[in-house]
């Protein structure tokens, strides 16, 4: 649904399946229009646009479109397209048609009174196709873990209570063991590390009554999970190895604790390594939804929730978050003086507050994250401690008396 106003005050408006053939055809009405405006309002599908031969081909699926020409001086965008943010371009309730929209989205992409919304690279708008698979893959396996607990308790095997990881190594290779029904002696052979000194706890953890359909679905479900670990390996890979342009980012980013290497892959998927489109780190936290929305009447400035942004972005930040807390950083000292005061929902949404403008800054400065509270010539020093004193001594510098572990 489109409508054309040109300079005479005429308009013309056309309905257009939701094709991509359809939209195809689109450049070819907007030449015969001479139209200096396009503005674009994602609803069922996410724009994807490629320039060409001074026209805009647009391949969208389920999108109302609008074009509006002989701007006045002052108009948001003349000669090019707008991507307009929906939640600024709403209709009054009861007055919902097609039609209506997009003679409402005319006037307002006419006069200016539209917000753009953020639209990556066409690079990270396919690498957020498989950020997003992946993440149900991962909300997928921990649900399978989930099941395979409950299985396991409803067979009288309280293994969750004794282990730290229902599954870990040691912990999969029991299941692994009651799925082939071996007996408890056998299992208590496969514990690891500190877990051989509980064996008294596992033997009574273990002593269950499995069934036959017990071991069947624990087969199917524990099948399921090796699969679901495999397909998010290779989603792992293929993202990293995706984030070769963007690698100056993806190791700045790496610096801040709590962020490994896929999770910098995941965050630059989302935001880019562009920092301009945002402007400044208190939008960027705004986009995010990691700040208090605002809630003020009378002079009264009232507590507010946090605003309404991108949910994926945020999920990933609060991931972080909860992972850089439990390091021996600034960030870690920074949530232990909010849980004084807050509580760990809401600790970690600050954390992850923090964390999203230091992104920014880093990606704007294009400098590397240096915590006050890290000493990082220690660790460089005990990272490469022992290949310097190999190097001594193949060169005849290391004394012989010298002890290699104080040194170390």
Not at 13 to 32: D, E, G, I, M
Not at 198 to 213: I, M, N
Request: charged share 25%.
């Amino acid at each position: 649904m489109a409508k054309i106003k040109v300079a005479h005050r005429a308009s013309m408006n056309w309905k257009t399946p939701q094709t991509q053939s359809a939209w195809v055809s689109l450049p070819f009405v907007l030449r015969r229009q001479a139209a200096q405006l396009l503005g674009v309002r994602a609803s069922s599908g996410r724009p994807g646009y490629t320039r060409g031969r001074a026209t805009i081909e647009i391949a969208v699926f389920g999108v109302l479109c609008t074009i509006a020409d002989s701007l006045p001086c002052g108009a948001f965008m003349l000669g090019g397209d707008a991507d307009l943010n929906h939640h600024f371009v709403k209709h009054v309730p009861g007055r919902k048609t097609d039609m209506n929209d997009s003679q409402w989205l005319a006037v307002l992409a006419r006069f200016g009174l539209v917000r753009g919304s953020f639209i990556p690279p066409q690079d990270l708008r396919e690498l957020r196709l498989l950020s997003r698979y992946r993440r149900k893959l991962a909300a997928m396996r921990a649900s399978e873990i989930n099941r395979l607990h409950k299985i396991l308790d409803d067979g009288g095997i309280k293994l969750g209570g004794v282990v730290s990881d229902i599954n870990g190594l040691s912990a999969r290779a029991m299941v692994t063991g009651l799925i082939e029904g071996k007996s408890i002696a056998a299992l208590l052979d496969m514990a690891r590390g500190r877990l051989k000194l509980r064996r008294e706890d596992l033997q009574a953890a273990l002593d269950g009554d499995l069934s036959a359909r017990h071991r069947y679905i624990l087969e199917h479900i524990h099948e399921h999970i090796e699969i679901l670990e495999r397909s998010l390996a290779k989603l792992d890979t293929y993202i990293l190895a995706a984030m070769a342009p963007y690698q100056w980012a993806h190791r700045l980013l790496q610096t801040i604790p709590g962020i490994d290497q896929i999770a910098s892959a995941l965050i630059l998927i989302e935001i880019g390594d562009d920092m301009t489109r945002f402007g400044n780190a208190d939008r960027i936290a705004a986009w995010a939804a990691l700040c208090p929305a605002n809630n003020q009447s009378a002079g009264k400035r009232k507590s507010g929730r946090i605003g309404k942004g991108s949910s994926v972005i945020r999920y990933i930040m609060c991931e972080c978050a909860n992972s850089a807390w439990k390091t021996r950083s600034s960030l870690a000292s920074k949530y232990k003086s909010l849980m004084v005061r807050k509580t760990h929902k809401k600790a970690i949404i600050a954390l992850a507050h923090k964390m999203i403008r230091l992104i920014f800054l880093l990606l704007t400065r294009k400098v590397a994250y240096h915590d006050p509270q890290i000493d990082y010539e220690a660790i460089s020093a005990k990272k490469n401690a022992p290949r310097w004193i190999k190097q001594l001594k193949v060169i005849g510098q290391w004394p012989d008396n010298a002890s290699t572990s104080a040194a170390t």
